[in-house]
């Protein structure tokens, strides 16, 4: 069973903007911390963004103040909201969930901003 679908990706200029969703088919949902990560061709993967248990949400600096990660418990979705899309930010999105004894990834959707 796949329980982490991402959606959302694709091709854009630069300076367009991308939402990326993730479906999470989880039991007690409100339970996982949240995350998305990249990993551009050739690279390791990286984190961008977390949505804790606790509501709490962060981004790292190349995405800060161009992305934000949010959660919404009643659909067991999270998004990331990709403004100002640089060349830099081609990867593919991977959608995270983790507790104490699970560690699960999404499939991938790819960005690609390209001129």
């Known amino acids: 069973q796949v329980q982490l679908v991402e959606s959302g990706g694709g091709l854009v200029q630069p300076g367009e903007s991308l939402r990326l969703s993730c479906a999470a088919s989880?039991?007690?949902?409100?339970?996982?911390?949240m995350a998305w990560y990249r990993q551009a061709a050739g690279k390791e993967r990286e984190l961008v963004a977390t949505?804790?248990?606790?509501?709490?949400?962060s981004s790292e600096d190349p995405v800060k103040g161009r992305f934000t990660i949010f959660r919404d418990n009643a659909k067991k979705s999270i998004y990331l909201q990709m403004n100002n899309l640089k060349p830099e930010d081609t990867a593919v999105y991977y959608c995270?969930?983790?507790?104490?004894?699970?560690?699960?990834w999404g499939q991938g959707t790819q960005v690609t901003v390209s001129s």
């Open positions: 989880l039991d007690s949902f409100t339970l996982y911390g």
């Open positions: 995270n969930a983790h507790k104490w004894d699970r560690n699960l």
């Open positions: 949505a804790d248990s606790s509501g709490t949400t």
